[in-house]
């Protein structure tokens, strides 16, 4: 007596839930991969009846080996139902973590390119009168690399002593100590328009920009795509005007070998 009102108390809510509508609308959500709030909370709402009739019959009528083998039965469906929903819920959330990190990445990529992109405007107005360095970038040839004197010629002067002085930053004195020649088409003489310390710091600026932006793209902190989508040609035709200069001061001026390596590590991964 007790199993059949069971179950005519099981069949009553499961038929008033419609769970024929409710699987076929929890499958079309697992398909397009989404969380279903109506079909999750129908499938509680069963359990709930589910619960309440049993304990209505643990109430009112006296337990037998049957109803304590449904109740076994029904517990442990309810304890399967119940871990499917949170493992699903977990793998739901999991995945849309990912998606809201990835449009993180790619908002912070769009962010910090136009803020890289401001201040690299700012070097190269600096840069450009002495170096040329516009026409020099948008030549139709391979982009040809400054060379080391030409580098050095632009920041100051090679003192007779083998010291170096900023254009700007020389004495009277220094005048006195210039050297007659030089090697390698380095100059002998200061150029008082030329602010020399004004363009190394713009020159290492400019490709301290570009580094950041490597490594944040290296390390999977900025999107790939975004950077190089704007930013690849640019970076690559950048590092190969300097790449003489940067090789010759991890060379020469004790330089950290690791000069500028994540602009190298991302031009090569990338194929710029």
């Given at each position: 007596m007790q199993t059949y009102i069971l179950m005519l108390v099981v069949?009553?809510?499961?038929s008033r839930m419609d769970i024929k509508k409710i699987m076929k609308m929890r499958f079309s959500c697992f398909k397009k991969d989404k969380w279903c709030g109506k079909a999750e909370q129908s499938i509680l709402w069963i359990l709930f009846g589910v619960m309440i009739a049993i304990l209505s019959i643990a109430i009112f009528f006296s337990f037998?080996?049957?109803?304590?083998?449904?109740?076994?039965?029904?517990?442990?469906?309810?304890?399967?139902?119940?871990?499917?929903?949170?493992?699903?819920?977990?793998?739901?959330?999991?995945?849309?973590?990912?998606?809201?990190n990835e449009w993180n990445k790619k908002q912070l990529a769009m962010t910090q390119s136009h803020t890289v992109l401001d201040n690299i405007t700012k070097h190269i107005e600096v840069i450009n009168p002495v170096l040329n360095?516009?026409?020099r970038k948008k030549s139709k040839n391979k982009v040809v690399p400054y060379s080391v004197h030409e580098i050095h010629n632009a920041m100051g002067v090679f003192m007779e002593d083998g010291s170096f002085v900023f254009h700007g930053q020389h004495s009277k004195d220094d005048y006195k100590n210039l050297p007659r020649e030089q090697k390698d088409e380095h100059i002998i003489h200061f150029i008082d328009?030329?602010?020399?310390?004004?363009?190394?710091?713009?020159?290492?600026?400019?490709?301290?920009?570009?580094?950041?932006?490597?490594a944040g793209v290296n390390n999977e902190i900025l999107d790939k795509e975004v950077i190089k989508s704007l930013l690849c040609s640019s970076i690559k035709d950048v590092f190969r005007l300097f790449e003489v200069y940067i090789d010759h001061v991890i060379k020469n001026h004790d330089g950290n070998e690791n000069m500028y390596l994540q602009i190298r590590k991302f031009?090569?991964?990338?194929?710029?």
């Open positions: 069949s009553w809510w499961c037998d080996d049957k109803i304590i083998n449904i109740i076994k039965a029904l517990g442990s469906l309810m304890l399967v139902i119940s871990l499917g929903i949170a493992a699903n819920q977990f793998r739901l959330n999991r995945k849309q973590f990912e998606k809201n360095y516009r026409e328009e030329i602010d020399g310390l004004a363009i190394k710091d713009s020159i290492y600026g400019l490709l301290n920009e570009y580094e950041y932006l490597a031009i090569e991964s990338n194929n710029c």
